[in-house]
């Protein structure tokens, strides 16, 4: 096991403020760990988590937007986190958060292909945002 070497402070666990009230409010908590849902529930409202998955789907928009949390649920919940009813609780709500962005949803079960808990997840695109081209 590695040291945590990522330290979120409190500003950065806040809920972001460029979401709306409509998210969902609460979701059905799993029955092995009830504690765990409403964790990541919150924490993916959470300006570290906002800003790691709208620069995933920047920066990779073909690409699981999942995996761009994984280190933040790691630190802050643990092992807990990553039981296979918690990482589709992780999706629903990139999925909430994202769309209340203005993402559009493009794909599901897209498969993920660098070492990570997740196997697969969706793919967004944000309908403004223009990639530069590559080259010169």
Do not use: C, W
């Amino acid at each position: 096991m590695t040291a945590n070497i990522l330290n979120y402070d409190s500003i950065a666990l806040e809920r972001d403020p460029n979401l709306s009230g409509n998210l969902p409010l609460t979701i059905p908590a799993s029955h092995d760990h009830p504690e765990t849902t409403p964790k990541i529930v919150d924490l993916m409202k959470s300006r570290a988590a906002v800003a790691a998955m709208v620069g995933a789907v920047v920066a990779a928009p073909s690409k699981p937007v999942a995996v761009a949390v994984e280190p933040l649920l790691a630190a802050v919940i643990g092992d807990d986190a990553f039981t296979d009813y918690h990482k589709q609780v992780v999706g629903r709500m990139a999925k909430a958060v994202l769309l209340d962005l203005g993402a559009t949803h493009t794909r599901t079960g897209v498969p993920v292909t660098v070492t990570s808990r997740f196997t697969k997840g969706s793919t967004y695109t944000f309908p403004d945002y223009q990639r530069r081209p590559m080259g010169r």
